[in-house]
């Protein structure tokens, strides 16, 4: 093993801990709202942390943002107005600005700090994208905004690239039945609903079954899809939920026509195989995903555990 | 995080340490080939470490040994024989004892202590495979045995289920071209070739592109596909390589089907989804993979560094 | 550093970790009272944890053991009939009988099963004293038998190798006012009082303080003195409270008279230089010692927080 | 344990490893001669790293510092003249000027960075010495320094407070006999030379004897004392070495005479017991001392391991 001195410990499940080597400290800034730290990793580069959880790395962050967006976006007929929930690195709002249809992307970052950092630091993550004319950086709070500022039905995709529901995190409203109706009456007929979703492994999956089964109660499709993120060292858990469009429906080769349609610039992640890849799940997983669960409502909010 | 004292240092990648929480050590033993400890995690039950690298553990055992059995199985046509390489634990045999067609399942390991500690240790792996009139276990050189006791042409399929290539260890020789050569000369004409061929991910897949790209030198359908193996923290790679039949021409509905008809007793991993999520490559991978590479040889052998 | 892969965590003040490399796992045992474990140390030898706390090491344990039993026993004029709480390696009863006085060295130990494995696994410890004609080991509880069980003024020398006070463990109620009361009583009025009294340094002495102060409440002469452990990293303190004499007064060469006098077989650690060494403590810590701190007793224990 | 996500690890011995939480890293700067790093513990404060090891933290820098300083310093009959090798944290220099007899302190430290770093960041430690107009501060090569711009008989007191000799470090010329002679030859008949001498505990020694056998080459007096410092979670050794007089000639009483007589300002560690203590050396320490060792040459070097 390479020799570090400073190390950054991902406390992971109840009993493991990975320790990343440190080569530098970039930034290491408390918000009003979170902790962030900006570390160099040999392995992985740029390394975003937030309230001890890594975000994103610049060697990986295109697997996530990519599986985050382009499922959603293609599986839209002709996304124009897009609105992104968190996304602070601007690297969701830089994907879904590659889609030559978009009109208008609104982002709401609760954390005006966050954005300021993304600015200066993260240029590998927003490349430009939160100074875009077609985009939008709103520094509010999202529950409130989608409630009051935003109409029925006048949405075509959302997504929401939050931080985890802590107890004591910003997050934790932005997942319950009751947001999920207001989302699923902002959005439009052939709307799109996509999240992050919290890990996704046979050891770890409560949160995700949770989220899943809320907006089973609200929404007709609900697909949870999956990939592994190296440096979270974990496949990490998705979620579409639609008016009426089934990302199932779509065929390798369709997806790799509507890319080559739609999309403008590369994609280093997502092509058709990833696609069918993605929303394959085993049997294992499939089982899990079938079991009840706790519905996540403002009263009753599910929280995941500090560890 | 739980308090434990033990901790099991997963050293990975060159900067990286993953750590497991320790409740027992069951065993702890140096055999002339290798040094085998079976500890006890809270989140994975019973794990077997060789030389400090995780084989398996009792909670996800079964991801790893249906995805390197079974899809070779089903590809053959009628696998009648069938000849395991390494496999100490047991459980590869087991998953290729489900197959009905089986006439004989031979598996070599060289390690007589390894299977000792497996049949009084790992039943929840072996399920008492290792003692089934249909199986013969020895415990011999691997190279030599294929070399000298089996004859050309004779075999249906052949899994490589062994530990990784360090200087040091017992693997090695088992990994070269001359030795696929042997393997290809034992195959029947619809024969096929499945292996454990290493960690495949962005960050780490030299090792598995070299036994990829010496394949490719002898057979002409080699096909790497890989599945996220918990309790390493990483998905792991395989390679499928045949004289003639090709997985990919397999859909998820003839791979239903074949698991019904041949198939005796329950999988828990693996099924048509399975097979197409674990083929179905992402771009990066598929990038990844198109690399020219050290081919290995029994002049130039590629050994894995101790990390 | 040398490459292990089983490792101790000694979780050390609030946000220290000590993690020593293992090479095998002699012994782990949940007793009725505690959680023993016996792990070989490259650096140390064999190493006894209980509850997570480092007790002592082959390599180390003659500091510790000589640092406790000798300054008291040469404080007493003629050490004739002692008794030893806990002491469960025997190490503590091997020091005693060294003094060629002993009469009668009895020790009082709860965990019987503790006893055993310092038989069977701590031969460099007791070396043999547990068996010693002049000892008697008793697997009772400490506190009801000093009450019921010890006349008044008795006993020359009362030695306290417990483990810490932890809430949860068998230890706290030996270190009470009410307690140090009945041990006052049943000691000879030139008798002493010796205890291992928890780690003491400038960052971490509450404990120490609060046994140190609540022995004042009862001794005439109390004592702390301390020296360093390098299995445990840190400086470890011990108290001799006394009815009249005072360690203080002896000379290094005095104390080197003693120990050729009254002394068979050979100290590796205690001669005059270290006795002088251990009471004179600095600046800081004299400071330290001059504070004010809870007083321990049945009714308001003090406890160690686990850490 | 208190959570913290970012760590300091120190490698210790040839398997352990300490790990500190670190709230905040102040400094992480590698000069042309170092690796500089200034972290926040919630334990020590502020905590000075140089290549990986922990120099001092201003928790506990006092102790380091008074031990280095104050016994070579009442040794001296009359120190007017100082030189201190290294020292590049100004609190050497802090401890030297509180002696009311100074006229002047040299201090030679190659690494001007590493006085930039500590006039900004680490006021606790110099306390503004470095600005003294008692003063002097040159960013030279000690050892072309002593050798080319001091006089014979010229020096009372010399101070070497210089990082560990490692192959690739700054420091390792200044720890050879020829070094040593001529530090012999610049100081004044009744001159003191103290040194810190590296770890000094029964598990680790080999570098604090080679400095003490080579020091005995060519001073009548040599002294070996030790004192535990809590961040290095060991002891530590230092030596003073003269060529008449004998710190084990004074007594407790004499200490706290001229601690009074001649010191402005007040001490927290040092004072006669600590004196006392730092220099009686338990049985196992002396006979450690009493063995043979190499002897550091310009020619044969002797270098710590990097661990």
Redesign the interface.
């Known amino acids: 093993?390479?020799?570090?001195?400073?190390?950054?410990?991902d406390?992971?499940?109840?009993?493991?801990?990975?320790?990343?080597?440190?080569e530098?400290?970039l930034v290491?800034l408390r918000t009003p709202y979170q902790?962030l730290?900006l570390?160099q990793?040999?392995?992985?580069g740029k390394m975003l942390?937030i309230d001890?959880d890594i975000q994103s790395t610049s060697?990986?962050e295109?697997?996530y943002h990519e599986s985050l967006v382009h499922p959603a976006m293609l599986l839209s007929e002709k996304p124009e107005n897009v609105i992104i929930l968190g996304g602070g690195e601007g690297a969701t709002l830089r994907e879904v600005l590659k889609h030559k249809s978009i009109v208008k992307a609104l982002m709401i970052d609760i954390d005006k700090d966050a954005i300021q950092i993304a600015k200066k630091y993260l240029q590998e993550w927003h490349q430009g994208a939160l100074e875009s004319p077609k985009a939008k950086v709103l520094n509010l709070n999202a529950r409130k905004f989608m409630e009051t500022q935003v109409s029925t039905r006048s949405v075509d995709v959302i997504i929401s690239d939050l931080t985890e529901p802590f107890e004591d995190g910003p997050s934790y409203k932005l997942f319950t039945k009751e947001f999920f109706e207001i989302i699923n009456d902002r959005l439009k007929d052939r709307g799109v609903f996509a999240l992050q979703a919290s890990i996704l492994?046979?050891?770890t999956f409560k949160m995700h079954l949770s989220i899943r089964n809320t907006l089973k109660k609200i929404f007709p499709v609900v697909r949870s899809y999956y990939?592994?993120i190296?440096s979270f060292?974990?496949?990490w858990g998705f979620i579409i939920a639609s008016k009426k469009y089934d990302p199932l429906n779509l065929s390798?080769n369709q997806i790799n026509s509507l890319i080559s349609e739609r999309i403008e610039g590369q994609?280093?992640?997502?092509?058709g195989?990833?696609h069918?890849?993605m929303l394959?799940?085993?049997?294992?997983i499939?089982l899990i995903l079938s079991e009840d669960s706790e519905i996540i409502t403002d009263q009753n909010p599910v929280f995941l555990p500090?560890?």
């Open positions: 093993m390479e020799k570090n001195y400073l190390y950054f410990h406390f992971f499940e109840k009993s493991e801990e990975h320790i990343h080597g440190i530098k400290i290491d902790h730290q570390v990793s040999p392995i992985f942390i001890g060697k990986d295109y697997i492994r046979i050891t990939t592994y190296p060292d974990t496949t390798a994609l280093k992640f997502y092509d195989d990833t069918i890849q394959s799940l085993p049997k294992d499939k500090r560890k």
